[in-house]
C-alpha cells in the first residue's frame, strides 16, 4: 500500500497490523493499524512512527514522499512502544533530526526507554515549531492515556493528531471514516474507549475543553482509520463517555459451575426483559471480557453472577472484575449473585469487588445453596424486574 495523501503535504506512513488479536490482553479481531504521520513543507516532520516489527514498512512509504534522511522533526506525541518501537530505526536514517516530546514525563520516558543520545527538545503547552506554511502546536493532554501523551495541532489546516485519544483498533485498506461505514467505525471506537480510554473520563473532558477553540477538520489518530466526516461525531461520543452518560440497559454477566447460577442468571434477564428494558446476557465461558466491557461502557446496570469455588470467586468473574475495577467505571448501579454447596463467600466477593471498582451496590444479596428452586427463580425475576426500574430511573 502507497502513503496517502490526508491533506496537501500531510500523508498516512504508518503500518497495517492485519494478524493483531490480542493488544494488553484486549481481543482485537479486526486487527489494528499504528499510524504515522509525514508533513512536508521547508521543513519535514515525522509524527509519531510504528511499532518495531514495521519499521521498515513505515520508511519505505516514507521514501514514496521524501528521502527519510532529509526529515528535520520526529514528534514523539507518545512513548508506548506501538508509537515509538521503531524509533532507533528512524533516527539511524535520518541522523540530523530534533526528537520533539513532552516536557518532563516525555523527556523521563525518553531517557528511561532509549537510552540515547538524539538531539531532543521537549515542548510544553503552547509550544510550536514552523515548517514553512504549516505550524505544528503542541497540547499535551496528560493521562490521556499516559503521564507523557500530548497531540500535535497543524492550525494551517485544521488538522489535529491525537495520538491515542479517538482511535480504533481496525485494521483496514482504507483510511477514512467515510470510506468504511459509521457504524463499523463508532463500534471500534466505543470498544477502545470502554478499555483504553474509560478510567480518565475526567482528562477527557478538560482536554474537549481545551479543544474547544480549534476548528477541527480532521483527527489522525495513532490507531484505526481517520476521521474526516465524522469528527462532531466522535467528539460528541467521547463528551458522553467522558461524563459516564449511561443508557437504560442492563448487562448481566457469570459463569457457572453446574448451572445453577445461570439459571439465576436467566431469571433476572426474564424479569428485566419483561419490563422492555434493553438487556444483554454475557456467559465468561463465550464471550471475552472485551466484547462485555464494550457493552458495559454506556450500561445502567451491571448484575454480576458467580458460583462459589474455595470460599471465593470463581476464577474468570475474579478475572473480569479485577479488568472492571482498573476501568474505573462512573454512574453505574451493581447487583453480585451466585450459588454454593456447602460453604458460601463467592456472592459475597463479588459484592466487594463491585463496591470497590465504584458501582452503587444493591443491598440485596441473591444468593441460594445448591439449585434454585421455583422461589429463589422468582426472587431472580422480581429482582430482575427492580433492575430494570433502576435502569430506567437513571
Same mark, same amino acid.
Given at each position: 500500500?502507497?502513503?496517502?495523501?490526508?491533506?496537501?503535504?500531510?500523508?498516512?506512513?504508518?503500518?497495517?497490523?492485519?494478524?493483531?488479536?490480542?493488544?494488553?490482553?484486549?481481543?482485537?479481531?479486526?486487527?489494528?493499524?499504528?499510524?504515522?504521520?509525514?508533513?512536508v513543507?521547508?521543513?519535514?516532520?515525522?509524527?509519531?512512527?510504528?511499532?518495531?516489527?514495521?519499521?521498515?514498512?513505515?520508511?519505505?512509504?516514507?521514501?514514496?514522499?521524501?528521502?527519510?534522511?532529509?526529515?528535520?522533526?520526529?514528534?514523539?506525541?507518545?512513548?508506548?512502544?506501538?508509537?515509538?518501537?521503531c524509533?532507533?530505526?528512524?533516527?539511524?536514517?535520518?541522523?540530523?533530526?530534533?526528537?520533539?516530546?513532552?516536557?518532563r514525563?516525555?523527556?523521563?520516558?525518553?531517557?528511561?526507554?532509549?537510552?540515547?543520545?538524539?538531539?531532543?527538545?521537549?515542548?510544553?503547552?503552547?509550544?510550536?515549531?514552523?515548517?514553512?506554511?504549516?505550524?505544528?502546536?503542541?497540547?499535551?493532554?496528560?493521562?490521556?492515556?499516559?503521564?507523557?501523551s500530548?497531540a500535535?495541532?497543524?492550525?494551517?489546516?485544521?488538522?489535529?493528531?491525537?495520538?491515542?485519544?479517538?482511535?480504533?483498533?481496525?485494521?483496514?485498506?482504507?483510511?477514512?471514516?467515510?470510506?468504511?461505514?459509521?457504524?463499523?467505525?463508532?463500534?471500534?471506537?466505543?470498544?477502545?474507549?470502554?478499555?483504553?480510554?474509560?478510567?480518565?473520563?475526567?482528562?477527557?473532558?478538560?482536554?474537549?475543553?481545551?479543544?474547544?477553540?480549534?476548528?477541527?477538520?480532521?483527527?489522525?489518530?495513532?490507531?484505526?482509520?481517520?476521521?474526516?466526516?465524522?469528527?462532531?461525531?466522535?467528539?460528541?461520543?467521547?463528551?458522553?463517555?467522558?461524563?459516564?452518560?449511561t443508557?437504560?440497559?442492563?448487562?448481566?454477566?457469570?459463569?457457572?459451575?453446574?448451572?445453577?447460577?445461570?439459571r439465576?442468571?436467566?431469571?433476572?434477564?426474564?424479569?428485566?426483559?419483561?419490563?422492555?428494558?434493553?438487556?444483554?446476557?454475557?456467559?465468561?465461558? &463465550?464471550?471475552?471480557? =472485551?466484547?462485555?466491557? !464494550?457493552?458495559? $461502557?454506556?450500561?445502567?446496570? *451491571?448484575? /454480576?453472577?458467580?458460583?462459589? #469455588?474455595?470460599?471465593?470467586?470463581?476464577?474468570?468473574?475474579?478475572?473480569?472484575?479485577?479488568?472492571?475495577?482498573?476501568?474505573?467505571?462512573?454512574?453505574?448501579?451493581?447487583?453480585?449473585?451466585?450459588?454454593?454447596?456447602? &460453604?458460601?463467600?463467592? =456472592?459475597?466477593?463479588? !459484592?466487594?469487588? $463491585?463496591?470497590?471498582?465504584? *458501582?452503587? /451496590?444493591?443491598?440485596?444479596? #441473591?444468593?441460594?445453596?445448591?439449585v434454585?428452586?421455583?422461589?429463589v427463580?422468582?426472587?431472580?425475576?422480581?429482582?430482575?424486574?427492580?433492575?430494570?426500574?433502576?435502569?430506567?430511573?437513571?
Amino acid at each position: 500500500m502507497p502513503a496517502i495523501a490526508l491533506a496537501p503535504g500531510l500523508y498516512w506512513v504508518g503500518a497495517i497490523d492485519w494478524n493483531m488479536r490480542d493488544f494488553h490482553g484486549y481481543a482485537t479481531p479486526r486487527g489494528t493499524t499504528y499510524n504515522a504521520y509525514l508533513v512536508v513543507d521547508k521543513k519535514i516532520a515525522l509524527v509519531d512512527t510504528v511499532m518495531a516489527p514495521f519499521g521498515q514498512e513505515m520508511l519505505d512509504r516514507v521514501r514514496q514522499v521524501v528521502d527519510p534522511a532529509k526529515i528535520d522533526y520526529v514528534v514523539v506525541n507518545h512513548l508506548e512502544m506501538d508509537h515509538s518501537g521503531c524509533l532507533p530505526y528512524v533516527m539511524e536514517v535520518a541522523r540530523n533530526a530534533t526528537v520533539i516530546t513532552s516536557q518532563r514525563f516525555g523527556e523521563q520516558a525518553m531517557e528511561a526507554t532509549f537510552h540515547a543520545r538524539w538531539n531532543l527538545k521537549p515542548v510544553k503547552e503552547g509550544d510550536s515549531i514552523n515548517l514553512g506554511q504549516r505550524t505544528l502546536q503542541f497540547l499535551p493532554i496528560p493521562m490521556l492515556h499516559w503521564p507523557d501523551s500530548m497531540a500535535t495541532y497543524i492550525p494551517e489546516q485544521n488538522v489535529l493528531l491525537p495520538n491515542d485519544a479517538f482511535g480504533q483498533h481496525l485494521a483496514s485498506s482504507q483510511r477514512f471514516d467515510d470510506e468504511i461505514g459509521l457504524e463499523m467505525v463508532m463500534s471500534e471506537a466505543t470498544t477502545y474507549y470502554a478499555e483504553i480510554v474509560m478510567p480518565y473520563g475526567d482528562v477527557v473532558l478538560r482536554t474537549l475543553k481545551k479543544l474547544g477553540d480549534l476548528n477541527i477538520k480532521l483527527i489522525g489518530p495513532s490507531h484505526g482509520i481517520v476521521w474526516r466526516s465524522h469528527v462532531k461525531d466522535i467528539i460528541e461520543a467521547y463528551a458522553a463517555w467522558g461524563r459516564g452518560q449511561t443508557k437504560p440497559r442492563v448487562v448481566v454477566v457469570y459463569d457457572t459451575m453446574w448451572g445453577s447460577t445461570e439459571r439465576m442468571a436467566r431469571a433476572l434477564v426474564e424479569g428485566t426483559t419483561s419490563e422492555g428494558v434493553d438487556t444483554m446476557l454475557f456467559s465468561l465461558k &463465550a464471550s471475552h471480557r =472485551t466484547e462485555i466491557i !464494550k457493552e458495559v $461502557l454506556e450500561a445502567r446496570v *451491571l448484575a /454480576v453472577g458467580t458460583p462459589t #469455588l474455595n470460599n471465593g470467586m470463581f476464577p474468570t468473574v475474579a478475572d473480569f472484575l479485577c479488568f472492571l475495577k482498573g476501568l474505573k467505571p462512573k454512574g453505574k448501579i451493581g447487583l453480585a449473585f451466585g450459588s454454593y454447596g456447602w &460453604a458460601g463467600g463467592g =456472592t459475597r466477593a463479588v !459484592k466487594n469487588e $463491585l463496591q470497590q471498582a465504584g *458501582l452503587q /451496590v444493591m443491598e440485596e444479596e #441473591l444468593s441460594v445453596k445448591y439449585v434454585p428452586d421455583g422461589e429463589v427463580l422468582g426472587r431472580c425475576f422480581e429482582t430482575g424486574r427492580a433492575l430494570a426500574r433502576r435502569a430506567r430511573e437513571g
